[in-house]
């Protein structure tokens, strides 16, 4: 099967206008790498998914949303604000995005709003009753939960809100945690 490569100016031709970007493509490496092993090549990996993509399709993309005056959603992740052993490129290219997200709200607003979602454990498994008890909300999040909070923020609701990172988590980066 051929899959044809759907550019921001096809998909406006396509369907006549490109109104959102969700920025959603993202590596990262559960087991992670000690930053003295961490090869470069790894590092520029991430930074390039994770940030640097973010950037390109924007670039491409804001043309077509200015004239539509759309909005765009970044997704980061709580690691932008905490972080875990040897997460160093995924923790810097997630606060790059969170960073990214503020500076292009000054850039391309008012006629483009930009704004950021940062979700926290998000299951994509079963997971165990205590797993779902660590968050003060009761559970881990679903697929759903960040997936309601994107559309809020390119529909015509959110027209006042710009620049803003928004933590999906459960309230977890807010909980203090004794082990």
Excluded at 155 to 161: K, Q, R, V
Aim: charged fraction near 20%; proline fraction near 5%.
């Amino acid at each position: 099967m051929v899959q044809k490569r759907l550019s921001p100016s096809r998909s406006a031709r396509s369907f006549g206008r490109l109104d959102a970007l969700i920025n959603n493509a993202g590596i990262a490496d559960p087991s992670g790498t000690p930053v003295e092993k961490l090869a470069l090549k790894d590092w520029n990996r991430k930074i390039a998914v994770n940030l640097t993509g973010v950037f390109l399709m924007t670039k491409h993309c804001t043309p077509h949303l200015r004239r539509a005056r759309g909005a765009i959603v970044n997704i980061a992740s709580t690691r932008a604000l905490q972080s875990e052993p040897h997460t160093e490129a995924y923790a810097a290219a997630k606060g790059g995005v969170v960073a990214l997200t503020h500076a292009l709200a000054m850039s391309l607003g008012p006629r483009i709003r930009v704004n950021c979602v940062s979700p926290g454990w998000i299951a994509k498994a079963r997971l165990s009753r205590k797993d779902h008890a660590q968050h003060p909300a009761g559970r881990a999040g679903r697929p759903e939960d960040i997936g309601e909070v994107i559309a809020f923020l390119i529909s015509e609701a959110a027209g006042f809100i710009t620049g803003q990172n928004f933590v999906v988590d459960g309230g977890m980066t807010r909980k203090m945690i004794y082990e």
